[in-house]
């Protein structure tokens, strides 16, 4: 293959504080095996990463701003980035916050789980405190294409058009799809008491993607047209 996108990751932000050597050897040791293999087949690696490699004091952040993670789950990711910069490997970095889209692989995603527990009429709790621009899944493949039909290395942030937080998602999620909104209750990110540290005024600056590889995200009333559609909902 002339390209390799890794898209694998172990995600689960509070079980990492605990499961750190399992959190280490899927998303470190992994990618680093991967750099191995892109360098005998002399192929390139595009690398998924998130915002929560920032400590989000003061986002939202460009590629180039000094990276603090928090938690363990952030610690990890930022370390594999650093093991294909030194790897020498010719590489592209994706970070990406909050992702969603139409469910796949039998996963419930957030939107379609909070329609679902809108429809039961049951109280979310959603957070009013962290802020992204969410980044729809399609969004990211467009992305991805970019890079390889542009022929790009180097870091690039990509995100949504809004800037907005969690609690404000959800609301629209809701509004969209005719569902009551008073169900969502609000809650801070401290109240939640999760194991890891989030970082709270995030999201990522699209810029010098938009700049240098055409990237175009949909807006959020967009992406739910598209998932309604693919829901059938």
Same mark, same amino acid.
Not at 54 to 71: I, R, S, V
């Given at each position: *293959?002339?390209?390799?996108?890794? #898209?694998?990751?172990?995600?689960?932000?509070?079980? !990492?504080?605990?499961?750190?050597?399992? #959190?280490?050897?899927?998303?470190?040791?992994?990618?680093?095996?991967?750099?191995?293999?892109?360098?005998?087949?002399?192929?390139?690696?595009?690398?998924? $990463?998130?915002?929560?490699?920032?400590?989000?004091?003061?986002? =939202?952040?460009?590629?180039?701003?000094?990276?603090? *993670?928090?938690?363990?789950?952030?610690?990890?990711?930022?370390?594999?980035?650093?093991?294909?910069?030194?790897? %020498?490997?010719?590489?592209?970095?994706? &970070?990406?916050?909050?992702?969603?889209?139409?469910? !796949?692989? %039998?996963?419930?995603?957030?939107? &379609?789980?909070?329609?679902?527990?809108?429809?039961? %009429?049951?109280?979310? &709790?959603?957070?009013?405190?962290?802020?992204?621009?969410?980044?729809?899944?399609?969004?990211?493949?467009?992305?991805?294409?970019?890079?390889?039909?542009?022929?790009?290395?180097?870091? @690039?942030?990509? %995100?949504?058009?809004?800037?907005?937080?969690?609690?404000?998602? !959800?609301?629209?999620?809701?509004? @969209?799809?005719?569902?009551?909104?008073?169900?969502?209750? =609000?809650?801070?990110?401290?109240?939640?008491?999760?194991?890891?540290? &989030? *970082?709270?005024? $995030?999201?990522?600056?699209?810029?010098?993607?938009?700049?240098?590889?055409? @990237?175009?995200?949909? $807006?959020?009333?967009?992406?739910?047209?598209?998932?309604?559609?693919?829901? !059938?909902?």
């Amino acid at each position: *293959p002339d390209y390799i996108v890794n #898209a694998s990751a172990y995600t689960n932000v509070d079980k !990492s504080e605990t499961e750190r050597e399992l #959190a280490w050897k899927v998303n470190v040791k992994g990618v680093e095996y991967l750099a191995e293999v892109a360098r005998i087949l002399d192929a390139r690696i595009i690398h998924i $990463s998130t915002d929560y490699v920032f400590d989000g004091k003061d986002g =939202p952040y460009a590629e180039d701003e000094k990276p603090n *993670p928090l938690g363990y789950y952030a610690r990890t990711k930022l370390a594999s980035e650093n093991a294909l910069r030194i790897s %020498g490997v010719l590489h592209t970095i994706l &970070r990406t916050n909050v992702l969603y889209g139409a469910d !796949s692989n %039998g996963k419930t995603g957030f939107v &379609r789980w909070l329609i679902n527990a809108l429809k039961d %009429g049951k109280d979310v &709790r959603i957070v009013t405190d962290q802020v992204n621009n969410p980044t729809f899944v399609d969004d990211l493949v467009q992305a991805i294409n970019k890079v390889i039909e542009y022929n790009k290395t180097g870091v @690039y942030n990509i %995100g949504g058009k809004e800037f907005l937080t969690r609690f404000q998602f !959800s609301e629209i999620i809701a509004d @969209y799809f005719g569902l009551n909104k008073n169900l969502i209750k =609000p809650i801070t990110t401290e109240e939640l008491n999760q194991a890891a540290r &989030r *970082p709270l005024k $995030s999201g990522l600056i699209t810029l010098k993607a938009e700049t240098e590889l055409g @990237y175009k995200p949909h $807006s959020i009333e967009e992406t739910l047209a598209i998932i309604k559609k693919e829901l !059938s909902l």
